[in-house]
């Protein structure tokens, strides 16, 4: 288990000084479960600092970042990033996830851990070398896939209430079960989350998302309460309105079902993000209409409206990512309608012009979006989509929308006319642009130039070598 060689290494450096030493936590945990790591944290019953400064000198001076405030240190060693740290004793204050620190003893610092899977380690004192000290028999729970805390979960988790994502985010990961009393505990403590900071929250979100099967993640979030406090947007998805006999689906449930769907196919963050909020702009649009039950029109065009806000509170990117997952909220029922009308070539034209590079995106998402249980419905769909995807290619091959450029620039219609910047200039590229897209004329200069002077004639201007 502990073939890397910086644990010789500092195994011989810890016996010369007479010091007590462990790798604990995320390693050991990932190691047992056959996880790939990158990370190792070394526990040294004294100061972390300095093992680091030893350890540096002894393996050929390699940079050590030392974070004083912390009172620990890190450096890189042969493509692991290795972590010191003097084992601790923490006691934490009621409005505040910095804890006060002192020295500690192997077992304190195990103590304060968040989960007994986290809270293993293995010796690098010589006479033990390699011995797991596991004093809550995390390797039960690593066996029985459970998240448990190490003391009373109450505590561990109003220590510090971070961890209460970060007990969804390993259930999730690792497809493990939250324990009765921890899961309690985190609707008992929901509220603490406030003192957690969004960057922290988002991160751990992230990697739920990231998840192999996000959906569990996002269960466990609104069954504990933590949805409504962090993401309350979402957590309006859930719920099912009935009104003379009719019911509309349960959006949550539907969403997260789509949301494993992409997850199936893509492990595009970002994309996996425009699923989670393809359907947001549902519960503002929700209305009941006697002839036809309950609809949510224009929820796509309110919801691509909200990403921004949504990402702006979460701290989420705010640059091309963000316009991506809106762009795709608001087309995300563009494919279905073509579907279901004739698909003509105008309107794929059209599609393929607002979509751009991200036309395959969206077509994935809207696939991931037929959760019907009803096979002949799934089957029907299926078969549309297939003919709108074999019409987008077709007609990209003739027309090359995707990175629609105008055939025409600006400059080149002022030059012939005679032009400044005016707004025949825009009127003119604008008129190409559709007729290119209603298929009046193909996407290339000759046509594109001809049509350029019937329009001009029809606006009254001339070329500016007839004036
Ligand atoms: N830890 C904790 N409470 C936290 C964060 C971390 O008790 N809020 C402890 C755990 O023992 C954890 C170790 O610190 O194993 C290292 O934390 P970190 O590197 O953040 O996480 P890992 O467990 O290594 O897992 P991952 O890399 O997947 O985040």
Not at 382 to 410: C, Y
Not at 432 to 459: V, W
Request: hydrophobic share 40%; charged share 30%.
């Amino acid at each position: 288990m502990l073939k890397h060689p910086i644990f010789k290494i500092i195994s011989d450096l810890v016996e010369k000084k007479g010091l007590e030493c462990y790798v604990i936590g995320g390693f050991v945990r990932d190691v047992l479960l056959k996880r790939p790591t990158k990370d190792i944290d070394i526990l040294i019953i004294g100061s972390g600092i300095e093992l680091a400064k030893n350890v540096a000198k002894r393996i050929g001076n390699v940079k050590v970042n030392v974070f004083k405030n912390f009172g620990t240190a890190m450096l890189h060693y042969k493509d692991m990033e290795v972590e010191f740290v003097g084992a601790r004793k923490e006691s934490y204050r009621k409005n505040s996830r910095k804890p006060v620190v002192e020295d500690g003893t192997l077992a304190d610092d195990q103590n304060r851990r968040d989960f007994t899977i986290n809270s293993m380690a293995y010796s690098l004192n010589k006479p033990t070398f390699g011995d797991l000290v596991d004093p809550f028999n995390g390797i039960k729970d690593l066996k029985d896939k459970i998240i448990r805390t190490p003391l009373d979960p109450n505590r561990t988790y109003s220590d510090d209430p971070l961890r209460m994502m970060r007990a969804i985010r390993f259930a999730t990961e690792l497809n493990f079960k939250i324990e009765n009393e921890s899961l309690q505990a985190i609707a008992e403590n929901k509220n603490r989350i406030s003192i957690v900071s969004a960057e922290r929250i988002i991160d751990e979100l992230n990697k739920v998302i990231l998840a192999h099967k996000p959906s569990v993640g996002f269960r466990l979030l609104e069954q504990t309460g933590l949805l409504e406090i962090i993401f309350p947007e979402f957590q309006k998805l859930k719920g099912v309105d009935v009104k003379e006999d009719k019911a509309h689906k349960d959006n949550f449930f539907h969403t997260i079902k789509v949301l494993d769907n992409v997850a199936g196919r893509s492990d595009n963050l970002w994309l996996r993000w425009a699923a989670l909020l393809h359907d947001i702009g549902k519960p503002t649009t929700k209305r009941y209409e006697p002839e036809t039950g309950w609809t949510f029109h224009g929820h796509d065009y309110i919801g691509s409206k909200m990403v921004k806000g949504i990402f702006r509170r979460l701290k989420l990117p705010m640059g091309n990512n963000m316009k991506y997952v809106e762009k795709l909220v608001k087309l995300h029922l563009r494919p279905i309608v073509l579907s279901q009308d004739e698909v003509t070539d105008s309107a794929v034209r059209r599609l393929l012009f607002e979509a751009g590079n991200d036309i395959d995106d969206l077509m994935l998402m809207c696939e991931a979006d037929i959760t019907s249980k009803n096979d002949a419905k799934v089957k029907q769909y299926l078969t549309n989509f297939k003919l709108v995807r074999k019409k987008l290619k077709e007609i990209e091959e003739k027309d090359a929308i995707r990175n629609f450029q105008p055939p025409v620039s600006g400059k080149i219609i002022m030059n012939t006319f005679g032009l400044g910047p005016c707004q025949e200039v825009g009127v003119i590229k604008n008129a190409i642009k559709e007729a290119i897209l209603e298929g009046e004329i193909h996407n290339n200069y000759d046509e594109a130039y001809n049509f350029m002077l019937k329009k001009a004639r029809e606006l009254g201007l001339r070329k500016s070598d007839e004036n």
